[in-house]
């Protein structure tokens, strides 16, 4: 996504091998193709490369990608929630320059991302944690920045930001399927 380093990033793969595995039944994709990039993927998870433990990144593969396996997305999970997350969203890597004045600048999309990874695994309970964080960065007008400057706690320029807008928005709407859904079990098991 933003690969700012000459090394394989384990998102990047990953958004290959789902792109090659949602098209292979258009066109002739060799499996080997798929097979070389699962391999790659698993040397490097739960790192996203040779010189990054973790980055918001990583998050693309379990939300939209689904391309690897519960226990290691929950892993993921750990480690981004634990290393990046921050007061008003995620940082996206550790020692991230952008935006940097003093600290690592705070993208305020980590936190509908990481509800809707919790929402993908069925984790009801986590999902709500991150839909209230999400409130508290959706402003009344819904012009939610790009990020907040590390080390200013403002929000930068790119205000609102189309991606962090959309993410939230899409969380928003996932959560109210959810508890849609919800409802509709519990009245069916309550007409029983």
């Known amino acids: 996504m933003w690969e700012e380093n000459m090394e394989v990033h384990a998102s990047s793969v990953g958004a290959c ?23 790659t993927l698993r040397a490097l998870l739960p790192r996203e490369s040779k010189s990054k433990d973790t980055d918001l990144a990583l998050l693309s593969l379990i939300f939209p990608y689904r391309t690897i396996p519960r226990d290691m997305a929950l892993d993921i999970l750990q480690n981004v929630t634990l290393r990046l997350e921050r007061t008003y969203g995620c940082i996206r890597y550790k020692n991230d320059r952008y935006y ?14 990481i509800g809707l990874c919790y929402l993908e695994l069925g984790m009801l309970d986590k999902a709500v ?23 200013k706690n403002v929000p930068n320029v790119n205000t609102p930001l189309a991606w962090a807008v959309s993410m939230s928005y899409l969380f928003f709407k996932k959560m109210d399927d959810a508890a849609f859904q919800g409802k509709k079990i519990k009245q069916v098991v309550s007409d029983k």
């Open 17 to 39: 091998v789902a792109g090659l595995n949602a098209v292979k039944m258009l066109v002739n994709v060799k499996d080997e193709l798929i097979q070389k990039g699962e391999e």
């Open 100 to 113: 940097n004045q003093g600290s690592e600048a705070e993208w305020c999309f980590g936190f509908p991302w």
């Open 129 to 151: 944690e991150y839909l209230e964080k999400t409130k508290r960065i959706v402003p009344e007008n819904w012009e939610v920045p790009e990020l907040y400057i590390g080390g």
